[in-house]
């Protein structure tokens, strides 16, 4: 578990109004609650999800007049950039399937950049097992 100390206090975001703290909160329970090494920070209008390891995973930018809605961009190693997904715009989805959306990680985008950086971590492999199964490979359990 990773507790208090991975926890990022919500940042301002230039504009004079302190950031909504709730969805920093509902992130970082969410990871915690499953046992996902990250920590969830509040940058620049968006919540950047980063590995314990310090390797960017994804990041959530709300999207422009809609209170729930997110653009859900992952990390482009090789550019050091954020990057949208897909070919026709941001992937745009609300909090909780989003979360869902990046711990899954159906498109193989999120963890990549982690199983690179820290090869003793299993991430992913060719077998589609589910979502348990994914974990228990994330976490190197059951070996």
Not at 48 to 63: L, M, N
Not at 95 to 105: P, T
Not at 121 to 135: C, D, N, Q, Y
Request: aromatic share 12%; with cysteine.
């Amino acid at each position: 578990m990773m507790g208090a100390a991975w926890r990022w206090t919500t940042l301002n975001d230039g504009c004079g109004m302190a950031m909504d703290d709730s969805v920093l909160q509902t992130m970082t329970e969410y990871f915690e609650a499953r046992g996902v090494p990250v920590m969830v920070r509040h940058v620049n209008k968006g919540y950047s999800i980063i590995h314990e390891s310090g390797v960017p995973v994804a990041r959530f930018r709300p999207k422009a007049g809609e209170k729930d809605l997110f653009e859900v961009c992952w990390w482009k190693g090789d550019s050091s950039r954020w990057s949208r997904i897909g070919d026709f715009g941001g992937m745009i989805m609300g909090l909780e399937d989003a979360l869902e959306y990046v711990l899954s990680d159906p498109e193989g985008l999120f963890w990549m950049a982690v199983r690179r950086d820290t090869s003793s971590i299993p991430f992913r492999t060719s077998e589609k097992r589910g979502l348990l199964a994914m974990l228990a490979r994330l976490f190197g359990l059951g070996r």
